[in-house]
């Protein structure tokens, strides 16, 4: 028999030197989860977000009066955020440069909360190498009225797909209605070429398989189907972070999952933001030990 060896839970949460005003304002009224809850989390849960949120743009999803009420997508520096979030110069399109955001430790994430966010979503690609990204993502957009079986299904097939191509990838629960597979990459190929092949892979699946699903953006096309979006995977495109609370009814958070454990969850929004002590031991367990980590480029496709 061979021992199980324990496994290595994160630091404790690290201290943080933020000061959050109005602790007890409830951010979701439907369960009671309030500022001070929401900076607490992400605090405790700081060492598993960082090194996916950490380092590279983030936007934010801020809802400072609470999720009920109006909430707005951020992009860009506002210069209020204080000096725990800072700023990375990055070219438009138009050639013009705008800042935008990053953390890249625990009193950054919570210095957002305390500016009324709730949500973080990331660039596919990190600082150091902006023009490479480090992850794929197809983040999968079930029609309404396909129950989450169907995601699960759809969600194995890529990863089936992806397998047969060399590729590794892993599930995770948006905390919303679907699943998203992600795809580390190392970072070597460039935008384009990352677009490119998401785009070709997700169309590809699509024309073996149009009963289930749709690779294109057209609402009207996705009747009983499942979209794939590929579209994530452009520079300038964002998707939620591992971890990240969702501005949704019960606060929910996004959580990765192991592909066996996934066929026995019935909803995306399985996690919350108040199980953090579980999600914290999940992270440490067998199953979940190096999720979204693996050193691969894409192949020829
Ligand atoms: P679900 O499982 O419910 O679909 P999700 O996070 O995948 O949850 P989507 O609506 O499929 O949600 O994804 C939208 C993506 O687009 C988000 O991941 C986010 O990064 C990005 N996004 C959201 N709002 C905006 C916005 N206002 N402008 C630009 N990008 C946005
Ligand atoms: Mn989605
Ligand atoms: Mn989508």
Same mark, same amino acid.
């Given at each position: 028999?061979?021992?199980?060896?324990p496994a290595?839970?994160?630091?404790a949460?690290p201290?943080?030197?933020?000061?959050?005003t109005?602790?007890?304002?409830?951010?979701f009224d %439907?369960? /009671?989860v &309030? #500022?001070?809850?929401l900076a607490?989390?992400y605090a405790? *849960?700081?060492? =598993?977000i @960082?090194?996916f949120?950490?380092?590279?743009p983030?936007s934010?999803?801020r809802?400072?009066?609470g999720?009920?009420?109006?909430?707005?997508?951020?992009?860009?520096?506002a210069g209020?955020?204080?000096d725990?979030?800072h700023?990375?110069p990055?070219?438009?399109?138009?050639?013009?440069?705008?800042?935008?955001?990053?953390?890249?430790?625990a009193?950054?994430?919570?210095?957002?909360v305390?500016?009324?966010?709730?949500?973080?979503?990331?660039?596919g690609?990190s600082?150091e190498?902006?023009?490479k990204?480090?992850?794929?993502?197809f983040d999968?957009?079930?029609?309404?009225?396909? %129950?989450? /079986?169907? &995601? #699960?299904?759809?969600?194995?097939?890529l990863k089936?797909? *992806?397998a047969? =191509?060399? @590729?590794v990838s892993?599930?995770?629960?948006?905390?919303?209605k679907?699943?998203h597979?992600?795809?580390?990459l190392?970072?070597?190929a460039e935008?384009?070429?990352?677009?490119?092949?998401?785009d070709?892979?997700?169309?590809a699946l699509?024309?073996?398989?149009?009963?289930?699903?749709?690779?294109?953006m057209v609402?009207?096309?996705?009747k009983?189907?499942?979209?794939?979006d590929?579209?994530?995977n452009?520079?300038?495109?964002?998707a939620?972070?591992?971890y990240?609370?969702?501005?949704r009814?019960?606060?929910?958070?996004?959580?990765?999952?192991?592909?066996?454990e996934?066929? %026995?969850? /019935?909803?995306?929004?399985?996690?919350?933001?108040?199980?953090?002590?579980d *999600?914290?031991?999940?992270?440490?367990?067998?199953g979940?030990?190096?999720w979204?980590?693996?050193?691969?480029?894409?192949?020829?496709?």
């Open positions: 028999v061979v021992a199980e060896t290595p839970l994160p630091d949460a201290e943080t030197t933020i000061k959050i109005n602790r007890d304002r409830v951010i %439907d369960s /009671d &309030t #500022k001070g809850d607490d989390y405790a *849960l700081s060492g =598993l @960082l090194p949120a950490g380092n590279r983030i934010l999803v809802c400072p009066q999720r009920s009420r109006a909430c707005f997508f951020q992009k860009h520096d209020s955020f204080g725990a979030v700023q990375v990055i070219r438009e399109k138009d050639g013009s440069t705008e800042d935008y955001l990053y953390v890249d430790d009193n950054g994430l919570v210095a957002c305390q500016m009324g966010t709730i949500e973080f979503h990331g660039w690609s600082n190498t902006l023009e990204p480090d992850r794929l993502v999968l957009d079930p029609d309404e009225g396909l %129950d989450f /079986d169907d &995601t #699960k299904k759809a969600a194995e097939y089936t797909q *992806l047969e =191509l060399g @590729l892993f599930a995770m629960l948006s905390g919303g679907g699943v597979v992600v795809v580390p190392t970072p070597k935008w384009p070429a990352v677009k490119d092949f998401a070709r892979f997700a169309r699509a024309s073996a398989e149009p009963d289930r699903f749709v690779a294109s609402k009207a096309k996705r009983g189907r499942i979209f794939i590929w579209l994530r452009q520079r300038g495109s964002t939620v972070m591992p990240s609370a969702r501005a009814a019960g606060a929910p958070v996004a959580a990765p999952v192991s592909w066996s996934l066929r %026995d969850i /019935d909803t995306a929004a399985r996690w919350g933001v108040r199980d953090a002590e *999600l914290i031991a999940r992270a440490g367990s067998r979940l030990k190096g979204g980590v693996a050193d691969q480029v894409l192949p020829d496709f």
